[in-house]
């Protein structure tokens, strides 16, 4: 079972930016494909960016974040990123990363894919 732990969330401002961190605890981190997710009160968990493939050369965006949200990782501190900028109130929601060991394949937004679920960290953007 993979670890997983967020960092990053807070407060911001309509237009602001956060960066999200996603720590795994895994040996095998190279193997692994990372994605970002979110969900606010009253809403269904939505997946927000997804990195896979070899050396995380492939990448998914929902449409909502797409241009504004970018996912990366460091192999070297096991770690996956989300940069958000350009960030709206309608972004503010419980972002969530997951993994799945997809040895270099993809994986893409399905959650039902991923099987290790961090506890989340909060996003509030006001207007």
């Known amino acids: 079972q993979v670890q997983l732990r967020e960092s990053g969330g807070g407060s911001v401002q309509s237009g602001g930016s956060l960066r999200l961190s996603c720590a795994a605890s895994?040996?095998?981190?190279?193997?692994?494909?990372i994605g970002w997710f979110r969900q606010s009160p009253g809403k269904e968990r939505e997946g927000v960016a997804a990195?896979?493939?070899?050396?995380?050369?492939?990448?998914y965006y929902a449409d909502s974040v797409k241009g504004r949200f970018t996912i990366s990782q460091d192999n070297t501190r096991d770690t996956a990123y989300l940069q958000m900028n350009q960030l709206k109130p309608d972004d503010s929601a419980m972002y969530y990363c997951?993994?799945?060991?997809?040895?270099?394949?993809?994986?893409?937004?399905?959650?039902?894919?991923?099987?290790?679920w961090g506890q989340g960290t909060q996003v509030t953007v006001s207007s």
């Open positions: 895994d040996d095998s981190y190279s193997t692994l494909c």
């Open positions: 997951a993994a799945v060991r997809c040895f270099g394949e993809s994986i893409g937004l399905a959650a039902s894919q991923y099987t290790d």
């Open positions: 990195i896979g493939g070899i050396g995380g050369s492939i990448t």
